[in-house]
């Protein structure tokens, strides 16, 4: 698999991450050696962008909080401007298992994009109240949208191969849950093989939880609305996009 890291780009979407980007850069780059790896500061406040340039990735800045769907457009189209061939994301937290990167990429073989699954199999990950109840519901209604079964379709460590950077880098939304659950319709909508893998899933190393209870009670209504918006969105909006 060395060959698909060094044609692989790491995203990393960062905000006030100061205190764990640092040591995920520098496990990703032990566990996948000849991967680029970008973070994209998301208007953090704090030493993020100083710590992950020290590990040695590269770095684009924003100048204010665009969340992870406008951070990962940012890769997307670094990706498709400079020649990579697959977008990994990663959370800078250090929740996700770079072990895993092996698996997502060798599943690539076979898809255009892969979901890491918490709930497939790996690990003791676990969910409670609204945001399991959403989980179950997205899943059967996006395991039907793809033609694959889904179980866990918010996961933010993902695979993407050739056509989906293209069409990513034109049509990754940027709302809240939209880099998630409205990603997997617009790629399922413009013909790309979905397909998941087991991964494992860790304690936040630090920074601030994006998920507080205010928003962990909303979340089955903004995750149904999420869902809603995308499927109304017409099919012919998402084109995909010629590699150079």
Known sequence: ????FAQTLIVMPAFNEEAS?????LEVFAKAPGVTV?????GSLDGTSNAARTAGARVATLPFNLGVGGAMRVGFRYALENGFLNVVQIDSDGQHDPDGI???LAA???ADLVLGARFAGEGDYSVRGPRQWAMVVLAAILSRV???PLTDTTSGFRASGPRAVGLFAEHYPAEYLGDTIETLVIAARAGLTIRQVPVAMRPRAGGIPSHNPLRAASYLGRATLALVFALVRPSSMYQLRNRP
């Open 1 to 4: 698999m060395q060959f698909a």
């Open 21 to 25: 980007v640092a040591d995920v850069v």
């Open 38 to 42: 970008l973070v994209v500061d998301d």
């Open 102 to 104: 092996r698996s997502l």
């Open 108 to 110: 690539l073989q076979g």
């Open 146 to 148: 793809s033609g694959t």
